[in-house]
T-cell receptor, first 116, second 111 residues
C-alpha cells in the first residue's frame, strides 16, 4: 500500500487555466504538507495542515489554495496558472505538528506540473 | 530563522569511492537533523536522522553525526555504489514547525 499518494503524476496545461492536485495519506498522520521543488531541486514548504487546521502558510501567491477535507487528504488548487508555476509539487505527512521533537516526514512521489 | 547549508554539487565519484557531503545549520534551540535522499523521478525518502548532540544516524552504509559544537551533520559513506546516485538533502526540524532543507547535492556514481 502506498503511504502517501498524489494524483496526477504529470500535469501539462496552458497558462491561465485552473488545476488541482490531490494528496492522500494512509499512515494515520495528523499533519500534511505541500512543497514546491524548482528546476534546481530546491525544496520550499508552501503549506501545512494539522488535523484540518492550517498551521503553516508561507509567502505563496493567493492563486494557490490548499483544502483539507479530512486529516487524510490535502488538496492543492491553483488558479490562473503561470509559467513560473512549473515545478514538481510534493505532498508529505508526519505524525505530529513538527518542531524539535523527532519528526519524520513521508513524501509522496510528486506531481510534475508544466505550464505552457 | 532556521537554515541549512550543504555543499554544492554535482559530485561525481567512481564505485567504491568514499563520499562526504558537508552540511551545516543555523537554528535556535535543539533541532532534529535529517538526511533525505531523492532517487531519479521519485519523491524524497528519509535516509537517516539524529535528534540530539553526538547522536549518530546510520542507514544503508551512510552515517552522519550531530555535532552541536560545529553545528554540522555531514553525511559519509565509505564505499559508494552506482545505486547511490541520487540527490541528497540535509534538513532540520526546529521550533518553527517546519522542515528546512538545504539546496540538495546531486551525486553520480560511475561504474
Amino acid at each position: 500500500d502506498t503511504a502517501v499518494s498524489q494524483t496526477p503524476k504529470y500535469l501539462v496545461t496552458q497558462m491561465g487555466n485552473d488545476k488541482s492536485i490531490k494528496c492522500e495519506q494512509n499512515l494515520g498522520h495528523d499533519t500534511m504538507y505541500w512543497y514546491k521543488q524548482d528546476s534546481k531541486k530546491f525544496l520550499k514548504i508552501m503549506f501545512s495542515y494539522n488535523n484540518k487546521e492550517l498551521i503553516i502558510n508561507e509567502t505563496v501567491p493567493n492563486r494557490f489554495s490548499p483544502k483539507s477535507p479530512d486529516k487524510a487528504h490535502l488538496n492543492l488548487h491553483i488558479n490562473s496558472l503561470e509559467l513560473g508555476d512549473s515545478a514538481v509539487y510534493f505532498c508529505a505527512s508526519s505524525r505530529g505538528r513538527g518542531g524539535p521533537v523527532l519528526e519524520t516526514q513521508y513524501f509522496g512521489p510528486g506531481t510534475r506540473l508544466l505550464v505552457l | 530563522g532556521n537554515s541549512v547549508t550543504q555543499m554544492e554539487g554535482p559530485v561525481t565519484l567512481s564505485e567504491e569511492a568514499f563520499l562526504t557531503i558537508n552540511c551545516t545549520y543555523t537554528a535556535t534551540g535543539y533541532p532534529s537533523l535529517f538526511w533525505y535522499v531523492q532517487y531519479p523521478g521519485e519523491g524524497l525518502q528519509l535516509l537517516l536522522k539524529a535528534t540530539k548532540a553526538d547522536d549518530k544516524g546510520s542507514n544503508k552504509g551512510f552515517e552522519a553525526t550531530y555535532r552541536k559544537e560545529t553545528t554540522s551533520f555531514h553525511l559519509e559513506k565509505g564505499s559508494v555504489q552506482v545505486s547511490d546516485s541520487a540527490v541528497y538533502f540535509c534538513a532540520l526540524s526546529g521550533n518553527d514547525y517546519k522542515l528546512s532543507f538545504g539546496a540538495g547535492t546531486t551525486v553520480t556514481v560511475r561504474a
